[in-house]
């Protein structure tokens, strides 16, 4: 069965800090990995793209690696701001389609306090 | 900034009642979606379609129904509303995966968050 697991579930640390939020899936074939910041109450905003080939990518403060080996991710967040706190949802595309079937994990949420 | 809008954001309303929820898009996409959001859940796909009268269910069984008249409008449609279907509901587009370069990025809106009492 495809799917995508995110941990922590939840997750605090103070503004200036840094941390690391985990993905693994099990999606097959695999076509694209994304992580999408979705703040309370508003639509899932894309981060980060990633393709097979692709072993990191950067958005600003934000640095996501892909392991298509073991299937894991992770999304880094460097200097954490206030404006961090969100949950942050990691989505892995298949290949079975042009649709491309997108999993979704539940989201790690953070939060970044002063 | 996605160019793509939902209308309510917020909408209370009774047991019975039809509602519709408004999605537009000015991206010139081909594909859109409905996915349901709740609490600490995945998002799940309602209903997707390709292009102008296209239109699919998605993985999760809902009673709206959706219509595809024109590329940049994909409104949700509940002819009688239940508690059960309290939720958010987020729209969202895409460009064809056949487009070159393009990975299917997909724009979501801000969501409309529907209470049935």
């Known amino acids: 069965k495809n799917q995508v697991e995110q941990s922590p579930q939840s997750l605090i640390i103070l503004e200036g800090k840094n941390c690391t939020l985990q993905c693994n899936y099990t999606v097959s074939p695999f076509s694209n990995l994304r992580w999408y910041k979705q703040d309370t109450g508003r639509g899932p905003v894309s981060l980060t793209i990633?393709?097979?080939?692709?072993n990191t990518k950067s958005n600003g403060r934000y640095t996501a690696t892909l392991d298509a080996d073991t299937k894991q991710s992770s999304l880094h967040i460097t200097a954490s701001q206030l404006s961090d706190s969100a949950s942050y949802i990691c989505?892995?595309?298949?290949?079975?389609?042009?649709?491309?079937?997108?999993?979704f994990g539940r989201g790690t949420q953070l939060t970044v306090w002063p | 900034e996605a160019d793509i809008y939902q209308t309510p954001r917020y909408l209370v309303i009774g047991t019975g009642k039809k509602i519709t929820l408004e999605c537009s898009q000015t991206m010139g996409h081909d594909k859109m979606y409905w996915y349901q959001q709740d609490p600490g859940m995945e998002l799940h796909l309602i209903h997707y379609s390709y292009g102008v009268n296209s239109t699919e269910k998605g993985d999760l069984s809902s009673e709206s129904t959706v219509s595809r008249i024109r590329t940049e409008h994909f409104p949700l449609t509940l002819e009688s509303a239940r508690p059960s279907h309290t939720s958010q509901y987020l729209c969202?587009?895409?460009?064809?995966?056949?487009?070159?370069?393009?990975?299917?990025?997909?724009?979501f809106g801000e969501g409309s968050r529907l209470t049935v009492l």
């Open positions: 969202a587009s895409s460009e064809s995966r056949r487009t070159s370069g393009n990975t299917g990025e997909l724009f």
């Open positions: 989505v892995v595309s298949d290949r079975g389609s042009t649709l491309g079937r997108l999993y």
């Open positions: 990633m393709t097979f080939s692709e």
